[in-house]
Nanobody
């Protein structure tokens, strides 16, 4: 099992930045991908960004490209999401997740990000 704990959410104004961090523990050596998802009120859960276990490749949903950056620190066992130029549409609960055996199998408890206009 892999345990994930997110931190760093909060209330900011449009144009501000936030950095989310996900602390991982347990059998992290099984993980092939790390990801950040979000769920906004009334919307489906969305994969925002993901990164390979070795950090060599990343991908982003179109709406955050150029504004968000996902990174992995293997020494600290953390996965961070740097979010710049935040907009009200970025308001959501953000979840860290771990993927192995072709599925997202571990989830954090979520952290709220609210962007006011």
């Amino acid at each position: 099992q892999v345990q994930l704990v997110e931190s760093g959410g909060g209330l900011v104004q449009a144009g501000d930045s936030l950095r989310l961090s996900c602390a991982a523990s347990g059998r992290t050596f099984y993980v092939s991908q790390w990801g950040w998802f979000r769920r906004a009120p009334g919307k489906e859960r969305e994969l925002v960004a993901r990164i390979a276990w070795n950090g060599e490749s990343q991908s982003y949903t179109n709406s955050v490209k150029g504004r968000f950056t996902i990174s992995r620190d293997n020494a600290k066992n953390t996965v961070d999401l740097q979010m710049n130029s935040l907009q009200p549409d970025d308001t959501a609960v953000y979840y860290c997740a771990a993927n192995w055996n072709l599925d997202w199998r571990s989830w954090g408890q979520g952290t709220q990000v609210t962007v006011s206009s």
